[in-house]
C-alpha cells in the first residue's frame, strides 16, 4: 500500500506517429503514451529487459523500436518465441498507462496545427497525470526522449503550467502540484532505459484499438497481440479508499481521445 508521499514514480513518455494533420490519410492517428513505475521496480526490470534483447536480438544495447522489431527477428517462428517472452515480461511487472490518441482527421477539419496537437496532448497527459500523484500520494518525475528543440519546449511548457496553475476545478492549487510533480528530463536513445523502449512498444496501442474489431485481432502479428492484451491490463483504474479522494479518482483518464 502506498502511503507516503516520499514514494517516488517515474513517468516515461514516448510517442507514436507524427503531429502533422494534414497526413491524416497516411497516419491517422498521433498518440503519446506515459508509463508510470515505481522507482524500486526499475533496476530488476532492466536486469531482466537486457536480457531479453539479448536472448532475441544478440545485444542487451539493442534498442527496441516497434516499428522495426519484426524485421531485425526476420522470422516467423523468432516474432512467435519473443512475443512470448514479452508476454511474460509485461505481466511480471506492475505499472500503469496513460495515454491521449489524437484523430488527425478530425484535428485536420478543426483547423488544428502541429502545436495545437502537440499542446492538447500533452495538457491531457500531464492533467492525468498529476491528478494520479495526488490521489497517490506519490512524488512524480517525467521523463522524455529527446526530440527536437520545438517539441521538446512545448513539453516542458506544459508541465510547467501545471507547476504554476494547477487544477483549480479540483482544487489543486500550484504548490500542491510542485509538491507531486518534481521534475521533468529529456534522455536520448544512448540512454538506452528499458521504460522508454517498452512505452514505445505500447505507442500502436491505442490506433490498434481504433482501427480493429474483434474480427480483425487474429490477424495482428504475436507481438501485436501480446501488446494490446497488456496495454489494456495496465491502463490505470484506480478506486478511492477515502472520501475526499472519490472525485480526484474520477477525473483520472487513463485514455483520451482528442478533438
Same mark, same amino acid.
Not at 120 to 130: V, W
Not at 205 to 215: A, F, G
Not at 226 to 249: H, N, P, Q, T, W
Given at each position: ?24 490519410? #497516411? ?9 508510470? #513505475? ?8 532492466? &536486469? ?7 536472448? =532475441? ?6 534498442? $527496441? =523500436?516497434?516499428?522495426? #522489431? ?13 512475443? !512470448?517472452? !514479452? ?9 500503469? &498507462? ?26 491531457? !497527459?500531464?492533467?492525468?497525470? !498529476?491528478?494520479?500523484? &495526488? ?17 521538446? #519546449? ?6 510547467? =503550467? ?17 509538491? =507531486? ?41 504475436? $507481438? ?36
Amino acid at each position: 500500500m502506498i502511503s507516503n508521499v516520499n514514494k517516488k514514480y517515474f513517468i516515461f513518455i514516448d510517442e507514436s506517429g507524427t503531429s502533422d494533420v494534414k497526413s491524416f490519410k #497516411i497516419q491517422p492517428f498521433f498518440t503519446v503514451v506515459g508509463l508510470m #513505475i515505481g522507482e524500486n521496480n526499475r533496476e530488476k526490470m532492466k &536486469i531482466d529487459f537486457e536480457d531479453l534483447k539479448l536472448k =532475441h536480438f544478440g545485444s542487451k544495447n539493442y534498442v $527496441i =523500436h516497434n516499428t522495426e #522489431i519484426r524485421r531485425d527477428l526476420k522470422t516467423d517462428i523468432k516474432i512467435k518465441n519473443f512475443s !512470448l517472452d !514479452l508476454e511474460k515480461f509485461l505481466n511480471k511487472y506492475n505499472f500503469f &498507462i496513460l495515454s491521449t490518441n489524437v484523430d488527425k482527421e478530425k484535428a485536420f477539419r478543426l483547423g488544428w496545427s502541429k502545436n495545437t496537437v502537440l499542446n492538447r496532448s500533452y495538457r491531457s !497527459l500531464f492533467s492525468n497525470l !498529476l491528478k494520479f500523484l &495526488i490521489a497517490k500520494n506519490l512524488k512524480g518525475q517525467v521523463v522524455s526522449e529527446a526530440s527536437n528543440s520545438e517539441q521538446d #519546449i512545448i513539453i516542458y511548457q506544459n508541465v510547467f =503550467h501545471y507547476l504554476v496553475n494547477g487544477i483549480s476545478n479540483l482544487n489543486i492549487t500550484p504548490q500542491e502540484s510542485k509538491k =507531486h510533480l518534481t521534475s521533468i528530463s529529456f534522455v536520448t536513445k544512448f540512454n538506452n532505459d528499458p521504460e522508454e523502449q517498452i512505452a514505445d512498444l505500447y505507442g500502436v496501442c491505442p490506433r490498434l484499438k481504433e482501427e480493429i474489431n474483434n474480427k480483425d485481432i487474429k490477424n495482428l502479428n504475436p $507481438i501485436q497481440k501480446v501488446l494490446l492484451a497488456s496495454f489494456e491490463k495496465k491502463l490505470f483504474i484506480g478506486f478511492a479508499k477515502k472520501k475526499d479522494k472519490v472525485r480526484l479518482y474520477k477525473e483520472i483518464k487513463s485514455t483520451v481521445k482528442l478533438p
